[in-house]
């Protein structure tokens, strides 16, 4: 069996565990072998052929059991800030619970407690900002979504987190 084929396999597999999106780290442990430039160049080599796509910068997806497009971004934005609590909130949540009557259209708004940055994606573009807000005052504002498996802000918490972020507030129905 040859590398790609047997990453394809592992891809495969991944996907019946809830996987679909998986790191350049993951991808090489999945395989046993190093991540190291010669691994790193095997992915691009796949990415070239067709046998996975790159969404970002070290993240990567399989063409033939590609994650279910309505959750992936989501998807993304957990492997993206693993390590963090993250969860939707501006804009984004917002519209979702219908406190601005416009539907946020390819773009996800999202607060971390991980460094802020904005990725364009095949699925749409993901806008993380930091929050300086400890763990403890957040926690009590937010609701876990089983549909994307991401929390996120109830009203008050995304209201004061567009203020917090000087955005602007004109959308907001009052």
């Known amino acids: 069996m040859t590398k790609s084929d047997a990453l394809l396999k592992a891809l495969a597999n991944a996907v019946t565990a809830g996987g679909g999106i998986h790191s350049t780290a993951e991808l090489a442990c999945m395989l046993g072998v190093p991540c190291d430039p010669t691994f790193r160049n095997f992915l691009k080599d796949c990415v070239r052929q067709g046998r996975l796509r790159r969404l970002v910068r070290g993240f990567y997806e399989s063409v033939v059991t590609p994650p279910t497009p309505e959750t992936a971004?989501?998807?993304?934005?957990?492997?993206?800030?693993?390590?963090?609590?993250?969860?939707?909130?501006?804009?984004?949540?917002?519209?979702?619970?219908?406190?601005?009557?416009?539907?946020?259209?390819g773009r996800v708004t999202v607060m971390t407690k991980g460094r802020s940055g904005c990725f364009v994606t095949p699925y749409g573009v993901i806008e993380l900002t930091h929050t300086k807000q400890p763990v403890e005052q957040i926690a009590q504002h937010l609701y876990y979504d089983p549909e994307i498996r991401m929390y996120r802000a109830d009203k008050a918490l995304a209201i004061t987190d567009l203020k917090h972020c000087q955005r602007n507030q004109h959308l907001l129905e009052t």
């Open 73 to 105: 971004i989501y998807q993304l934005i957990t492997k993206l800030r693993s390590h963090v609590l993250s969860y939707i909130s501006l804009e984004s949540q917002l519209s979702h619970i219908g406190e601005i009557s416009q539907v946020l259209m």
